[in-house]
């Protein structure tokens, strides 16, 4: 099946007995069962129908044979981490998501170190793998900054290493780009942005082709509980659905308001990848299937009240969903970050983030320009 396919199809059969199109929501605790039966459902924070399904689905979409489904993005995150041992060290893209930042700086006090560096510039890159390492953690697009980093090149300089490679691909989801095709070992997901899409769900994934890296995560997520309930699981299957369709209406929308951003006085410096002024535009073409919907620029008035003049771009974090999103990360997502290492990588305090959701450009053009020209 083609991609759009896998979307409504896979996880998806008929219920037994009522041929329902839509599998029941299974939200028992524990299961009925004979001692002497072979093991199938035990007990829910271990198995799951409906967890199930979402997990088939999900594999399916990166053509891949396995995925453990979260209760959180961060649940997710962790999970990877558990694979890191006292004395290890972890190379990771300097701009990550803030609550990626703070788990990355509790590692230290198992004797695990983390070094960030600029994974999108490869002389960079070539740097910071020259020396062993057991996890490479690539965000790209990443989070805020929309720097594109190079996976199959990565991938080749890490396994050199005998070092993992993991891409938070939440940014892009599995409709515009798909980790494991371009040589990554595993695809991190916060599934509560782009792929359930209506901001009413938490969820995380991991997916990936080795069957030793999936028992374990499976495993850990068993042991420590981060596990979605049946019913969460089934509002992320109903968003993954419409998937394709709401990322290509988002990246149409976004596309046109990054160039309108460019022609306003009060907007400098505006990050999207779909601009060939872009420091990785040709990459982000090659690399992914479209540019996405998530737009960065720094503005040169009061952020505060910028997002406060804005009537459909709410004020919120998160990002992904089928309404848009104003935020400023210094003050917001990556405020867990101290000031100066924001600084450094670029994340200053004029920065903006837009999520674009799928209302109609001209009223998204309109309340934007509305509020730009408010100072």
């Known amino acids: 099946m083609r991609f759009d396919t896998r979307l409504v199809h896979s996880g998806q059969r008929s219920a037994p007995g009522t041929g329902d199109i839509v599998p029941p929501i299974h939200v028992a605790t524990t299961y009925d069962r004979f001692a002497q039966e072979p093991l199938r459902l035990f007990y829910s924070r271990g198995e799951n129908p409906t967890r199930q399904a979402l997990e088939e689905c999900l594999a399916a979409l990166e053509d891949a044979r396995f995925c453990a489904v979260f209760s959180s993005g961060q649940a997710a995150a962790t999970t990877v981490l558990s694979l890191l041992s006292t004395g290890q060290r972890v190379v990771s893209s300097d701009d990550v998501y803030g609550g990626t930042y703070a788990l990355f700086s509790t590692l230290s006090r198992f004797g695990i170190q983390v070094d960030y560096a600029d994974l999108s510039d490869p002389a960079e890159a070539r740097r910071a793998l020259a020396t062993d390492a057991a996890l490479v953690w690539v965000e790209t697009p990443s989070n805020p900054l929309l720097k594109i980093a190079d996976v199959a090149e990565i991938g080749r300089l890490a396994h050199a290493r005998g070092a993992v490679v993991v891409v938070d691909n939440t940014f892009a989801s599995p409709a515009l780009q798909r980790p494991l095709e371009l040589g990554a070992d595993v695809s991190l997901y916060s599934t509560t942005k782009f792929i359930a899409g209506h901001a009413d769900v938490l969820g995380g994934a991991l997916v990936c082709d080795d069957a030793e890296l999936h028992a374990r995560f499976a495993e850990h997520r068993t042991v420590t509980g981060g596990v979605p309930g049946g019913l969460d699981c089934y509002l992320v299957h109903r968003g993954v659905k419409t998937l394709s369709l709401r990322v290509a209406r988002q990246t149409a929308t976004a596309r046109a308001i990054a160039e309108e951003l460019c022609d306003r006085p009060a907007v400098i410096d505006v990050r999207y990848p779909g601009l060939p002024q872009h420091p990785q535009y040709r990459l982000a073409g090659r690399q992914m299937s479209g540019p996405g919907s998530i737009i960065g620029f720094r503005y040169r008035g ?3 009240k910028l997002m406060a003049r804005t009537q459909l771009f709410a004020c919120a974090v998160s990002l992904g969903g089928v309404r ?15 000031r100066a290492i924001r600084q450094a990588a670029g994340i200053t305090d004029d920065l903006i983030r837009l999520s674009v959701g799928i209302e109609d450009p001209a ?8 509020a730009l020209e408010g100072d």
Not at 324 to 338: F, K, N, V, W
Not at 363 to 370: E, G, K, Q, R, Y
């Open 302 to 304: 009061d952020p505060e």
């Open 363 to 370: 009223d998204l053009v309109a309340d934007l320009t509305t």
């Open 324 to 338: 848009s999103l104003i935020e400023c990360p210094a003050l917001m997502t990556h405020r867990p970050i101290p």
